[in-house]
T-cell receptor
C-alpha cells in the first residue's frame, strides 16, 4: 500500500486565491512526522512546513498551513493568497518513528499552477 | 534554513565513464545524508542513507556496486555512478539532517542533472 497518497496530479488556482493540496498517509506508528516540500522548475526541494503526530495544533508557516486530521490520516497543505511564484510541484512526505535513519517517504506530488 | 550544496549542478558524460557527485552541508554537521534520484515528472526515490564513517544503507533494488557512496566527514558525502549508462541519466539530489529526532528537517541540495550519452 502507498504510504503517502497525493491524488491531485495537477491543480490550478488564480492569483490571490487560496488552494488546498491533498495528502493522505498510511502508518501504524503512533509517532510520525509529516512534511511538505516545494520543488520549483529549477529542481531544488524547499522545506515548507512540518506537522508532528502528537501536535495538537495545526502547523502554520506564513501563508502555509497544514490541515491535519489524524483520524482521517490526512495532512492537507493550504496555501493562502496564492502568488505566481507558488507555481511548482508540491510533495508531501512522512517520516515514521520506527524507521531507521529517519528516512522520508514521498508522495507522487501535485503540480500547482497559479494564473494571473 | 540550513544550506546543502551539490557539485556539479549538471554533468554530461560518455557511456562507460564514472561520475562523482558531491554533497556538502555548509553550515551544520550532518549526522545522516540521503541520496535520491528523480526521473522526469516523478517523485523522489530514495537510493541510500549514509552516516559518517559507516557503510551506506541501500534501498532494495539499488545496486551498491553501481552507486558508490562515501561519507567521509560530517559535512561531505559523495555519490559515484560507476560505468554510467544512458539509463542512469536522471536528477540526483542529496539531503542532510542534523539530528536523529523525528522532528528534524531534511535539507536538500539543489540537485545534479546527469546525462549519459
Amino acid at each position: 500500500a502507498q504510504k503517502i497518497t497525493q491524488t491531485q496530479p495537477g491543480m490550478f488556482v488564480q492569483e490571490k486565491e487560496a488552494v488546498t493540496l491533498d495528502c493522505t498517509y498510511d502508518t501504524s506508528d503512533q509517532s510520525y512526522g509529516l512534511f511538505w516540500y516545494k520543488q520549483p522548475s529549477s529542481g531544488e526541494m524547499i522545506f515548507l512546513i512540518y506537522q508532528g503526530s502528537y501536535d495538537e495544533q495545526n502547523a502554520t508557516e506564513g501563508r502555509y498551513s497544514l490541515n491535519f486530521q489524524k483520524a482521517r490520516k490526512s495532512a492537507n497543505l493550504v496555501i493562502s493568497a496564492s502568488q505566481l511564484g507558488d507555481s511548482a510541484m508540491y510533495f508531501c512526505a512522512m517520516r515514521e518513528g520506527r524507521s531507521g535513519f529517519q528516512k522520508l517517504v514521498f508522495g507522487t506530488g501535485t503540480r500547482l499552477l497559479v494564473s494571473p | 534554513g540550513a544550506v546543502v550544496s551539490q557539485h556539479p549542478s549538471w554533468v554530461i558524460c560518455k557511456s562507460g565513464t564514472s561520475v562523482k557527485i558531491e554533497c556538502r552541508s555548509l553550515d551544520f554537521q550532518a549526522t545522516t545524508m540521503f541520496w535520491y534520484r528523480q526521473f522526469p515528472k516523478q517523485s523522489l526515490m530514495l537510493m541510500a542513507t549514509s552516516n559518517e564513517g559507516s557503510k551506506a544503507t541501500y534501498e532494495q533494488g539499488v545496486e551498491k556496486d553501481k552507486f558508490l557512496i562515501n561519507h567521509a566527514s560530517l559535512t561531505l558525502s559523495t555519490l559515484t555512478v560507476t560505468s554510467a549508462h544512458p539509463e542512469d541519466s536522471s536528477f540526483y539530489i542529496c539531503s542532510a539532517i542534523l539530528g536523529g529526532a523525528i522532528t528534524d528537517t531534511q535539507y536538500f541540495g539543489p540537485g545534479t542533472r546527469l546525462t549519459v550519452l
